[in-house]
């Protein structure tokens, strides 16, 4: 079955940066499109960053374009989020998941979500 458990998160000032890993099983990873979301409290949880198979094409949600990188490590069944310049508005749980593009932005290939990792950025 597929399992996805993201790790990284936690308190940082803004300016900070952090490095979110999800490390992925029950499907083939090297096949799937990757990508990361968040969710504030009250919030839909909402697109952040994709990556195809390769991991050289990415896409960014444009509030975090430029400060955001997304990457991958096939051999390791692991995505990466880099965060630099963080702000209070990153404030969320951060999830992964196999992604495939539709007309209008990216959806989610599993119905399974991991437990998300929680970053928290002070002003």
Request: with cysteine; charged share 20%.
């Amino acid at each position: 079955q597929v399992q996805l458990v993201e790790s990284g998160g936690g308190l940082v000032q803004a300016g900070g940066s952090l490095r979110l890993s999800c490390t992925a099983s029950g499907f083939t990873f090297s096949s799937a499109r990757m990508g990361w979301f968040r969710q504030s409290p009250g919030e839909e949880r909402e697109f952040v960053a994709a990556v195809r198979w390769s991991g050289g094409i990415t896409f960014y949600a444009e509030s975090v374009k430029g400060r955001f990188t997304i990457s991958r490590d096939n051999a390791k069944n692991t995505v990466y989020l880099q965060m630099n310049s963080l702000k209070p508005e990153d404030t969320a749980v951060y999830y992964c998941n196999a992604v495939r593009p539709r007309l209008t932005g990216w959806e989610t290939v599993y119905d399974y979500w991991g437990q998300g990792t929680q970053v928290t950025v002070s002003s």
